[in-house]
C-alpha cells in the first residue's frame, strides 16, 4: 500500500523556501519605508537589516525593476535615495 502521508523533508523544503521569499520581500518594504526617513549608504542598509552588502545591491536592482521600479539612485556620497514622485 503506498505511504499517503506527505513527504514532511519536502513540505518544510518548501515552507522554509517561503519564509525567506517573504522574509525578502519584507526586507524590500522595510528598505523603501528607511529611504524615505533618510538617505543611506549600502553598509549602514547592511547593517540595520543585517544582511550583507551584496545582499543589499542584489536587493536594489530588484527594487528599481519590475514589479516594484522604484526611482532609487546613488548621489556623490554613495547614500541611497529614494527619489520623489510627486
Given at each position: 500500500?503506498?505511504?499517503?502521508?506527505?513527504?514532511?523533508?519536502?513540505?518544510?523544503?518548501?515552507?522554509?523556501?517561503?519564509?525567506?521569499?517573504?522574509?525578502?520581500?519584507?526586507?524590500?518594504?522595510?528598505?523603501?519605508?528607511?529611504?524615505?526617513?533618510r538617505?543611506?549608504?549600502?553598509?549602514?542598509?547592511?547593517?540595520?537589516?543585517?544582511?550583507?552588502?551584496?545582499m543589499?545591491?542584489?536587493?536594489?536592482?530588484?527594487?528599481?525593476?519590475?514589479?516594484?521600479?522604484?526611482p532609487?539612485?546613488?548621489?556623490?556620497?554613495?547614500?541611497?535615495?529614494?527619489?520623489?514622485?510627486?
Open positions: 500500500m503506498p505511504h499517503l502521508l506527505p513527504n514532511l523533508q519536502a513540505v518544510g523544503a518548501c515552507a522554509g523556501a517561503l519564509l525567506v521569499h517573504l522574509g525578502r520581500v519584507a526586507r524590500l518594504d522595510a528598505i523603501i519605508a528607511a529611504l524615505r526617513d538617505p543611506m549608504t549600502t553598509r549602514e542598509l547592511a547593517e540595520r537589516f543585517e544582511v550583507s552588502q551584496r543589499i545591491q542584489k536587493d536594489m536592482v530588484v527594487l528599481q525593476t519590475e514589479p516594484f521600479y522604484c532609487l539612485w546613488q548621489d556623490e556620497r554613495f547614500r541611497w535615495r529614494l527619489l520623489s514622485t510627486s
